[in-house]
C-alpha cells in the first residue's frame, strides 16, 4: 500500500475542507455558549413576575396565614364559640380575662360533666365532641399547652353570651372549606366538560354548549330552597347520617355543582384556540387517543387560565354560600360560618341600641378575605399572562 505521505498544511487544504473546519469551530462556540444559558420554565418565569407585585403577594401571605390559622383553630387559646353564658350577652369588647374554664378531673366523662355554679361550662371539650379525630387531638394539645386559658372577649359576646371571637375563628373554617371545597368541585366538572365540548366540536359542541345555556336560565335558587327542604326531612337526615355523609358535605357539592358553567365555557374557548396546534396534530400522528389528548395535553396547556379563574371562583362561591347563610338557607347552628354570623348581628339592628360588633367584625372578616383574594387573581392573570410579561 504506497504511503500517504506527510499531512498537508492548512492552506494545501481545499476551500471547502478549510470552510468546514471553521463551521466546525462555530458550532462549538455556539454550543458552548448554549451550555452557559440556563433555560427558565415558564412556570418559575411567572413566579418571578408574582414576586414583583406587592399587592398580589401581600394577599397570598395573608391568605396563607389565615387558612393555617384556620386550620389550627382548634389549637388555639380560644372560648368555646358554642359556650351559652346569657349572664354576659351583649358584652362589648374587652379585654378583661374572664373566668377560666374549669378542667375536667381525671376520669371525668366529658359529655356528662355538669357545667359550673356561675353558668360558664366545665370543660371545654364538651362543646366540641363532634368535630371529629383531627381536631380532638389539636384540642388536647391545646388543654395541655394552655391549660384552662383563654383569650379575653375582644370581639365582644353574641345575644346568647358566646364569644364573637372564637366564632370568627370556627366560622373562618366552614365559609373557607366551602369557598375551597365547592371550587375543587366546579372545576372538576366545567373543566372535563368544557374540554371535552371543544375538542369534539361539531354537533356535540353545539349539543352540550345548549345544555349549559339552558341550565344558565335556571334560578340557582330556587333549587337550593328545594334541596334544603328535601335534606331537612327526618328520613333524608337519618340516611345520611347512617352512611357517615354530613350534611355539610352536600351543601358543599351542591354549591359546587352549580358552579360550573362559566368555568366550562372559559376552558371550552382555550380548547378551540389550541387544539388545531402542532404539538395536537402531533399527538394524533403517534396515535395518541381523545382522552390522552384532552386530559394529558389540552387540559396541562389551559391550566393558566383555570387558576386564575379558580382565584375568581373562590370569592364568588363565599360570597353565594354567605347569602345563602343570611337568608338562613345554608349553614345551620350549631355550625357556624361568617355569612351565618353577619345574619345574627343583623338581627339585632334596631333604632335603641346597635350592638356594632356583631356585624363588624363577621363583616369586616369577609370583606379582607375577599379583596385578598380578588388581589391574588389579578396578579396571577398578569403573571401567567405571556402578552403582560413586559408590564
Known amino acids: 500500500m504506497p504511503d500517504a505521505g506527510p499531512a498537508q498544511p492548512d492552506s494545501a487544504l481545499p476551500r471547502s475542507g478549510r470552510r468546514d473546519e471553521a463551521d466546525l469551530e462555530r458550532y462549538a462556540r455556539l454550543l458552548e455558549e448554549a451550555r452557559s444559558v440556563q433555560g427558565v420554565s415558564p412556570w418559575r418565569e411567572a413566579w418571578r413576575r408574582l414576586r414583583r407585585r406587592r399587592v ?31 349572664a354576659s350577652a351583649y358584652a362589648p369588647p374587652s379585654w378583661r380575662i374572664t373566668t377560666p374554664l374549669e378542667l375536667p378531673p381525671a376520669g371525668a366523662d366529658a359529655k356528662t360533666e ?38 379575653p372577649s375582644i370581639c365582644g359576646r353574641d345575644e346568647l353570651g358566646r364569644d364573637v371571637l372564637a366564632r370568627l375563628f370556627w366560622g373562618a373554617r366552614l365559609s373557607l372549606a366551602v369557598g375551597l371545597v365547592a371550587t375543587l368541585v366546579s372545576m372538576v366538572i366545567g373543566v372535563s366538560y368544557g374540554a371535552v365540548a371543544g375538542y369534539l366540536g361539531g354537533w356535540v359542541d353545539d349539543v352540550m354548549m345548549r345544555i349549559v345555556d339552558i341550565l344558565y336560565s335556571v334560578p340557582f335558587i330556587f333549587i337550593v330552597i328545594y334541596l334544603n327542604m328535601i ?18 358535605t352536600v351543601f358543599f357539592v351542591l354549591v359546587g355543582a352549580i358552579s360550573w358553567l362559566t368555568m366550562a365555557r372559559v376552558v371550552r374557548g382555550q380548547v378551540l384556540s389550541l387544539k388545531h396546534e402542532q404539538f395536537i396534530d402531533a399527538a394524533r400522528t403517534i396515535g395518541a387517543s381523545r382522552s390522552r389528548i384532552i386530559f394529558r395535553h389540552l387540559v396541562p396547556n389551559a391550566l393558566s387560565v383555570v387558576i386564575v379563574y379558580l382565584t375568581l371562583t373562590i370569592p364568588r362561591v363565599m360570597l353565594f354560600e354567605a347569602f345563602l347563610s343570611f337568608l338562613g338557607l345554608g349553614v345551620q347552628a350549631p355550625d357556624v360560618s361568617w355569612g351565618l354570623l353577619a345574619n345574627e348581628g343583623f338581627k339585632v339592628i334596631t333604632p335603641i341600641k346597635i350592638f356594632w360588633w356583631l356585624f363588624v367584625f363577621p363583616s369586616a372578616a369577609l370583606g379582607v378575605t375577599l379583596f385578598a383574594l380578588n388581589f391574588l387573581g389579578d396578579g396571577l392573570r398578569d403573571a401567567l399572562d405571556p402578552r403582560l410579561k413586559h408590564k
Open 231 to 248: 335534606l331537612s326531612q327526618h328520613d333524608i337526615q337519618a340516611w345520611l347520617e347512617a352512611r357517615g355523609i354530613h350534611r355539610m
Open 56 to 86: 398580589a403577594m401581600i394577599a397570598m401571605v395573608f391568605l396563607g396565614l389565615l387558612s393555617l390559622a384556620a386550620f389550627l383553630t382548634p389549637l388555639l387559646p380560644l372560648q368555646s364559640p358554642y359556650a351559652i353564658n346569657t
Open 114 to 151: 355538669p357545667p359550673s355554679a356561675d353558668g360558664n361550662p366545665g370543660w371545654i371539650e364538651r362543646q366540641f365532641l363532634h368535630v371529629g379525630w383531627c381536631n380532638r387531638l389539636l384540642i388536647e394539645a391545646r388543654v395541655k399547652v394552655f391549660g384552662a386559658w383563654s383569650i
